[in-house]
């Protein structure tokens, strides 16, 4: 169905309340985003959101939403009207959900690896395919962090190895670990939606008996083969006595979710406990691996 969305302007101290306003008059969902491209990185578990000093915060309302009332409220309880500065758009009307599906392709990552939309067929049915369907949790391989990790996993021999996939979201490295080989896989992170769609992928792939999953609360203490870290450089240097200390001895570690100015401190960081490689760069972003000294 056809939708309208208005954008209001707003700032770090702003944006959390005028997202209240939108829903409050009647927004079916709303999203921040960056006006001005400046990076803000994922918070710690328990740190406090950050939004960005230009931000714009965009309700979305159905078609016939009276737009005109749901602007005079806003003005009504904003401190200064005059200075409230929005934008009402005409959404074209599609389905969104369907769009987005008809754009996932399957992708090839290194030599033998594939990932396939569940809805889709495979297109080399004897090569190492991971029928994938992201559901509520971010990880589809198309990004180029989850890219770089998967391209670096289908280089290992996994067979009979233990490893860790520490922020799994979507479950993406996890399956494609055991499809590669890998004995056992454990998949931690610190939202439960995620856990829950790795767990359904995991199921869709056949191999849940292998795959075990935990909330860092509850996340066990053992040495592994390899370990996998595709999640971003502010967790990656908060969290590195916690992800290194999974690393067995002469075990394999790859970290991603790095930008290119971001990769000198984490390689100095991990390169406390491992031998580090060169550094492997797509696009803007970077993956680093090394072995455990």
């Known amino acids: 169905m056809p939708w309208i969305q208005l954008r209001l302007s707003a700032d770090e101290e702003t944006a959390e309340k005028y997202s209240d306003w939108l829903m409050a008059c009647g927004a079916q969902a709303v999203t921040?985003?960056?006006?001005?491209?400046?990076?803000?990185?994922?918070?710690?578990?328990g740190d406090e959101v950050v939004y960005?000093?230009?931000?714009?915060?965009?309700?979305?309302?159905?078609?016939?939403?009276?737009?005109?009332?749901?602007?005079?409220?806003?003005?009504?309880?904003h401190p200064d009207k005059q200075a409230m500065r929005y934008k009402l758009e005409q959404l074209e009307d599609k389905d969104w959900e369907r769009e987005w599906m008809d754009n996932f392709h399957p992708m090839k990552f290194g030599q033998r690896l594939w990932i396939c939309p569940s809805w889709r067929d495979v297109p080399e049915p004897d090569a190492i395919n991971v029928m994938l369907d992201p559901g509520l949790a971010f990880g589809t391989g198309t990004h180029p962090t989850t890219a770089l990790c998967l391209t670096w996993l289908d280089g290992l021999d996994l067979t009979d190895k233990t490893?860790?996939?520490?922020?799994?979201?979507?479950?993406?490295?996890?399956?494609?670990?055991?499809?590669?080989?890998?004995?056992?896989?454990?998949g931690i992170d610190i939202d439960p939606q995620a856990l829950q769609a790795s767990r359904e992928n995991a199921k869709r792939n056949n191999v849940e008996d292998r795959l075990e999953l935990y909330l860092p609360e509850d996340q066990p203490h053992f040495k592994a083969d390899v370990v996998v870290a595709n999640i971003l450089a502010g967790p990656l240097r908060e969290l590195a006595p916690t992800i290194i200390e999974f690393v067995g001895d002469k075990g394999l570690l790859a970290l991603s979710g790095v930008l290119e100015e971001q990769a000198q401190e984490l390689q100095q960081i991990y390169g406390q406990w491992c031998e580090m490689d060169p550094v492997a760069v797509q696009e803007e972003w970077v993956r680093l691996s090394g072995r455990r000294k």
């Open 52 to 77: 960005w000093s230009n931000t714009v915060v965009m309700g979305l309302y159905d078609a016939s939403s009276d737009m005109d009332k749901a602007i005079a409220y806003l003005q009504s309880i």
């Open 32 to 45: 921040f985003i960056d006006a001005k491209d400046t990076p803000i990185y994922e918070p710690l578990p």
């Open 163 to 186: 490893v860790v996939d520490f922020g799994c979201g979507s479950g993406i490295l996890s399956l494609a670990a055991l499809k590669l080989g890998a004995k056992k896989v454990v």
